[in-house]
């Protein structure tokens, strides 16, 4: 249910789950029934793992990449509601889960509620069903969140509910039978809301299709939506199972109707699902379809596998078992293989971790043709799996949890299984534990040569050192000797050569055979070195590989395409657009973006999206202000007279402004709705027409780059004066780039008046602050000085990039880049200055270098970013989060992962290696980065360290004066730091950035104080009193080794300290 499907919309965005990981991959998808083949684990007597394996999976994910759920549609309750959910399962996730991770989660809920004022929404009953889901799990009650009533809430006013169409009140009956909750009555309000007013309202938008056909529902159009109407049968499903139930639910609908429509729905999804037992939605096979449709059957008490399902009230049969098909290169026949076609292997920290994509081919909302771990997809595949597996085990349905009451959660812990290793004449038998699911190293014991399960060999064999995946039983491996091993290799060789032998000639090979051959290869990789040699047809693996990455190559870029081209047409097919598709239109621009300019050149309906954008951005703004019915179309019951005044309204063209930008979007749009006769009514489309062609002019001249060909543009500032010691410049400019350009006479107020400082800002917001005498400098080394050129340009949508233009202009029209030596630039820009930066707050910013995206000092709020810079460039913002394997536990963690997502530190091969000591280039390496520095010689005065990797960064840092040698001319680079040193090289670091540290040197008592040497000590106790480095049980230990998680946090404080990141 994506975005809790702000709600039921496929095309959702990626930018909230802006911090997460991403696992590439060709669009191709799992196969349930070989797929775990391929993986580095094997599983009990080699068959293919149950659904448990992917809730496990599904469970450490989350975890992995929600450490700390807030209240929202990703990273918050689904997460929390799918793990507390899952406990009784006893799955090795729950070893993972924070003591306190759901309390620390329920804290946040209720600071969040306070901060609101207990208004989550004013027109979503959606964020208060959402959160309610969360908090039943945990056995918290609604009705008293931080003080606020919710049930209150979901009692006022039945239009509330149903503000959102059918969606409102389908969650507000799941979220209130999660506990039971009662609504509560009051006889005075005639908009009193109740159980049996939203059942009737969701039956009263029964789908009746154009042929007659009646079941199903939809937020739009007049066709059935798999994902809409699993989420109303999952609301109506107690009813159906309960008539007495129903009855005390006061619908005016009756019973004997009310379940034949309930069972018209399911009718329904049977006939929406598709061959290979999966499902979809607007056109695109997605996970989350298929996992709506899995719940809603299990609620009703119907098995998605059983060969027939009896809907005696309308007197249909049905299965959700189908003949079988393949798609992307996967065969399945069923719901539970058709869902788990989505998962992602190898997407988390080891082979038992993984997460679900959104598609397997196509665009995801902007994520890629199927590349990436969706955060929503792996909620509800987790969900799904869980709805599945409570059914087969008799558990109460996935969203009756009145089985958690009296805190069950706390009482539900991993269960632990026996692993027996007997040791069969050959060696001694030992015992372990393990949890299911967990992964087990299977031991190396003298003479044994493998493991099986079976004493006699007869059964799989186990090599020492294998990951074997612990099933739900205990289990007895068995060990053998050289002899009973040798017959099993030979059965394993066979079955590479076999796999291989299988393949199609390279030449015929289709992108249906990728599993096939990722099979034979993860196969082949698990054999001995000996074994290996045995493999006669290796080569012809090899060379099918090449093919198949070229096909994949191809057709992925094709994908991007016809996907992007679908997902358009679906959205301009949206009636009525609300404002729940804002952030799908907007990703729908951002996978435009994304496009190379072939690509792009392809988008035949690029026009489409900009009309949408247009749309919805009317919609938003109408939807500032708290209405009290239910949103309609854009356009609809507007007749050609309302168009008319609406355009006499708008001011003539001569008098037109950027400002009526959205007035004369909003007269299109609701001319478009009109009907064709009604369009001829409209006598002064002319003027419209003149309108849009003007406002066209005013933003290509706002919008566009302005080039001074040698003439200074003296209008682009308003207003000078002098503040204290700063020269402040003001712009009334509200609308395109920043763009300010100061002539030389203006500069040379500057040194005229001895003043510090230059501030140039516009009515937007935009601030720039500079050094004075940086500035005077600058102008000094440009021969025939005009001008100096400050710019900032808009969001460019065609390259998802924005400039920062800071040069020295001469008479000739010549430009000169700044670049300041010690002094930064200082930066300040409202993400509201950006055509689209609702929700840059999220993300971080770099600076791109060639290819490569390079850190640069910024830190921002939910307002505003501010860089600091010594010259100009192209930045980006991105949403990109690296993860290190191995930083888990590790104390440091926050401060690692906030610089690596910064660019500032780097790992290998995924892991950071945090306790391993830091060498004196990897600190350069990591200092040069986030201060933005640059070496001015092309030499390094070191001999050891020319021609290596970091030779550029030790010069830099030599030239700052943080650094030096261990002689003039040797640099000692491979040398481990210690904590006197770092604090040295720290303290110089704060005084190169300007920061006094003799404001910050009142003495600190250690008790080795006398073994700092006495030149440091002035350093050290100005670090230890500005909190960037900590003592140990009153030690200091100067002389321990720095670690590299521990230069993360003190480079990670240094820099906060300095509010340069």
Not at 173 to 191: K, S
Request: proline fraction near 3%; hydrophobic fraction near 40%; aromatic fraction near 8%.
């Amino acid at each position: 249910m994506r975005k809790q499907q702000q709600y039921g919309m496929f095309i959702i965005a990626l930018l909230c789950m802006l911090l997460l990981p991403t696992s590439a991959a060709h669009a191709v998808a799992y196969s349930a029934d070989t797929g775990y083949e391929t993986l580095d684990a094997r599983f009990w007597e080699d068959q293919k793992p149950p659904v448990g394996f992917y809730i496990n999976a599904a469970g450490r994910y989350i975890l992995e990449t929600v450490p700390a759920p807030t209240v929202g549609s990703t990273f918050g309750e689904w997460s929390v509601m799918n793990l507390a959910r899952g406990q009784y399962t006893g799955y090795d996730y729950v070893n993972y889960i924070p003591k306190t991770y759901y309390s620390d989660y329920l804290k946040r809920v209720e600071q969040y509620v306070a901060a609101n004022k207990g208004v989550l929404d004013f027109n979503k009953s959606t964020e208060w069903s959402r959160v309610m889901l969360a908090l039943s799990v945990l056995d918290y009650d609604a009705k008293n969140v931080a003080g606020y009533d919710f049930i209150e809430k979901l009692s006022s006013s039945h239009r509330f509910s149903y503000r959102q169409g059918i969606n409102g009140p389908i969650w507000e009956i799941i979220a209130l039978n999660t506990r039971g909750y009662a609504l509560y009555a009051d006889a005075t309000n005639d908009d009193v809301n109740t159980i049996g007013k939203m059942i009737d309202y969701i039956l009263k938008g029964e789908i009746v299709q154009v042929d007659g056909t009646v079941g199903g529902w939809t937020l739009s159009g007049k066709k059935p939506d798999a994902d809409i109407t699993g989420m109303a049968l999952q609301a109506l499903a107690p009813y159906y199972k309960d008539e007495a139930l129903y009855a005390k639910t006061g619908a005016k609908t009756s019973y004997e109707q009310f379940v034949k429509a309930v069972e018209r729905g399911v009718l329904a999804m049977k006939n929406m699902q598709l061959a290979n037992g999966g499902f979809g939605s607007f056109g695109t096979v997605n996970s989350e379809s298929t996992v709506q449709v899995i719940v809603a059957l299990t609620a009703l008490g119907f098995d998605p596998l059983a060969s027939s399902i009896s809907l005696k009230h309308i007197g249909k049969t049905v299965s959700f078992v189908t003949a079988g098909a393949t798609h992307d290169g996967v065969y399945s026949n069923n719901v539970i293989n058709a869902l788990l076609t989505f998962w992602a292997p190898n997407s988390g920290s080891s082979v038992a971790v993984g997460g679900f994509k959104h598609v397997t081919s196509g665009y995801d909302g902007g994520g890629g043709a199927g590349t990436s771990v969706n955060a929503m997809a792996t909620d509800q595949a987790m969900y799904g799996l869980l709805a599945y597996d409570r059914f087969k085990k008799g558990e109460t349905p996935l969203y009756d949890m009145n089985d958690m009451r009296n805190g069950k959660y706390k009482q539900q812990h991993a269960a632990s299984y026996t692993i027996t290793y007997d040791g069969n004449n050959i060696g001694a038998t030992t015992t372990a534990q393990a949890s299911p699911y967990a992964i087990v190293g299977l031991p190396w014991e003298a003479n044994v040569h493998s493991w099986n399960t079976k004493a006699d060999g007869s059964g799989s064999k186990y090599l020492p050192g294998e990951k074997l995946i612990m099933p739900e039983h205990a289990i007895t491996l068995y060990a053998q000797d050289e002899t009973a091993s040798a017959q099993a290799n030979e059965e394993a060789v066979q079955k590479v050569v076999t796999l291989i032998e299988q393949l199609p000639a390279p030449q015929n090979v289709t992108r249906t055979d990728a599993p096939a051959i990722t099979r034979a290869r993860a196969t082949y990789d698990k054999l001995t070195a000996a074994e290996k040699e045995k493999v006669t047809n290796i080569s012809k693996l090899v060379t099918v590989e090449v093919k198949i990455s070229e096909v994949l190559a191809k057709y992925d870029d094709e994908l991007q395409v016809t996907n992007l081209m679908q997902t358009i047409d679906a959205l301009a097919a949206v009636t009525p657009l609300t404002a729940d598709y804002e952030e799908a239109i907007h990703n729908a621009r951002r996978s435009y973006n994304a496009l190379t300019p072939q690509q792009r050149l392809q988008i035949t309906n690029a026009n489409a999206l900009s009309l949408l954008e247009a749309k919805i951005a009317i919609v938003v703004e109408e939807e500032k202000v708290e209405h009290e019915t239910s949103i309609e179309a854009v356009g609809e019951d507007r007749s050609s007279k309302d168009v008319i005044a609406m355009i006499n309204a708008l001011p003539a063209v001569e008098a037109l402004k950027i400002a009526d930008t959205l007035a004369v979007k909003k007269a299109r749009v609701y001319y478009e709705a009109l009907t064709a006769t009604a369009k001829k009514d409209v006598t002064n489309e002319s003027k419209l027409a003149a309108l849009e062609q003007k406002l066209a002019e005013l933003q290509k001249a706002a919008l566009e780059e302005e080039e001074l060909q040698g003439e200074i543009n003296n209008q682009s500032y308003d207003k000078m004066k002098i503040t204290g010691k700063t020269l402040v410049v003001e712009s009334n400019k509200s609308a395109g780039n920043f763009l300010v350009q100061l002539p030389m006479d203006v500069l040379e107020t500057l040194r005229t008046y001895n003043l510090t400082t230059l501030q140039v800002s516009d009515a937007r917001g935009v601030k720039l602050a500079v050094d004075a005498t940086a500035v005077l400098k600058q102008l000094q080394g440009v021969k025939n000085a005009k001008a100096l050129h400050l710019e900032v340009t808009q969001y460019n949508y065609d390259t998802g990039l924005f400039d920062v233009k800071l040069y020295v202009l001469n008479n000739q029209g010549g430009q000169t880049a700044i670049q300041l030596d010690r002094e930064y630039i200082q930066l300040s820009i409202p993400y509201a200055f950006f055509v689209d930066g609702k929700r840059l707050h999220t993300y971080v910013l770099l600076r791109v270098n060639g290819m490569e995206d390079v850190a640069t000092a910024h830190y921002g709020d939910a307002k505003s970013v501010t860089l600091h810079v010594k010259t100009g460039g192209t930045f980006k913002f991105t949403n990109e989060a690296v993860s290190f394997s191995d930083i888990k536990g590790v104390p440091q963690t926050a401060a690692i992962t906030y610089l690596a997502n910064r660019h500032v530190i780097k790992g290998d091969a995924g892991k950071f290696n945090p306790h391993h000591n830091l060498s004196r280039a990897h600190f350069a390496a990591m200092v040069v980065r986030a201060l933005g520095l640059q070496a001015k010689a092309s030499d390094s005065v070191f001999n050891d360290t020319k021609g290596k990797w970091y030779a550029a960064d030790v010069q830099a840092l030599y030239e700052a004066g943080i650094i030096q040698g261990t002689s003039p001319t040797t640099f000692a680079p491979n040398n481990n730091l210690t904590r006197q040193q770092v604090s040295l090289m720290m303290a110089r670091t704060l005084r190169y950035i300007g920061i006094d540290t003799k404001t910050y040197e009142t003495a600190v008592t250690f008790r080795d104080i006398n073994s700092i040497a006495p030149t440091a000590r002035a350093d050290v106790s100005a670090l230890v009193n500005l909190g960037i480095i900590e003592g140990e049980n009153g030690y200091f230990a100067p002389s321990r080794q720095v670690t590299r998680a521990e230069l993360a946090q003190i480079l990670r404080n240094t820099l906060a300290i300095a509010e340069l990141m």
